[in-house]
Antibody
Framework: EVQLVQSGAEVKKPGESLKISCKTS????????IAWVRQKPGRGLEWMAI????????RYSPSFHGQVTISADTSIDTAYLQWHSLKPSDTAMYYC????????????????WGQGTLVTVSS | ESVLTQSPATLSLSPGDRATLSCRAS??????LTWYQQKGGQAPRLLIY???SRATGVPARFRGSGSGTDFTLTISSLEPEDFAVYYC???????FGPGTKVEIK
């Protein structure tokens, strides 16, 4: 059974750093892209970044490039999303999602999702 | 880059009704269109990929159709558990549409 289990809720102050995690199981972690998606309170879904654990190839949405860092550790089948300096506008729910399909393929989609990590940034 | 629009923003229907949700791309995307369902307080769930293929475990009352720029998600007869927000997504930059909320009338 494919599972993505995310780290717990975080409350941070502006300017602080943060790294949230997504522990996977039930499939070959190295061979599937994994993505992060943001959802601000009461708003829609925004794709942020995607990484291929097998070679750490990472791609970013233009909206998030330079704002976050995506990474993966194949020794523990876990993906990460990191901020160096949080802003109040980063307050949101963050989801990781396993990706089915190659990034160059016409058919590619997010087939399994984590439960979400709520990040609150407030002074 | 192609933008996705969804209509209507909200659909007020009763259990047993047919729901028709629209997703339109600003430029042709072939059949590279995915639909997700999100219930309150939950993560999104994959429903339809490749515009018309149902994901594993998705009931047959959910049907995806369309190609190019116009796509439709049809729920043939709404069950109580179908009241949720539905998002479409395209492959380029994995852009999501703004969502359609299907609410109980």
């Amino acid at each position: 059974e494919v599972q993505l289990v995310q780290s717990g809720a975080e409350v941070k102050k502006p300017g602080e750093s943060l790294k949230i995690s997504c522990k996977t199981s039930g499939y070959n972690f190295d061979n599937f892209w994994i993505a992060w998606v943001r959802q601000k309170p009461g708003r829609g879904l925004e794709w942020m970044a995607i990484v291929y654990p097998g070679d750490s190839d990472a791609r970013y949405s233009p909206s998030f490039h330079g704002q976050v860092t995506i990474s993966a550790d194949t020794s523990i089948d876990t993906a990460y999303l990191q901020w160096h300096s949080l802003k109040p506008s980063d307050t949101a729910m963050y989801y990781c999602a396993k990706v089915f399909g190659d990034i160059a393929a016409s058919i590619i989609y997010f087939d399994f999702w984590g439960q979400g990590t709520l990040v609150t940034v407030s002074s | 880059e192609s933008v996705l629009t969804q209509s209507p923003a909200t659909l007020s229907l009763s259990p047993g009704d047919r729901a028709t949700l629209s997703c339109r791309a600003s430029q042709s995307i072939g059949t590279s269109l995915t639909w997700y369902q999100q219930k309150g307080g939950q993560a999104p769930r994959l429903l339809i990929y490749g515009a018309s293929s149902r994901a594993t475990g998705v009931p047959a009352r959910f049907r995806g159709s369309g190609s190019g720029t116009d796509f439709t998600l049809t729920i043939s007869s709404l069950e109580p558990e179908d009241f949720a927000v539905y998002y479409c997504q395209q492959r380029d930059y994995f852009i999501f549409g703004p969502g359609t909320k299907v609410e109980i009338k």
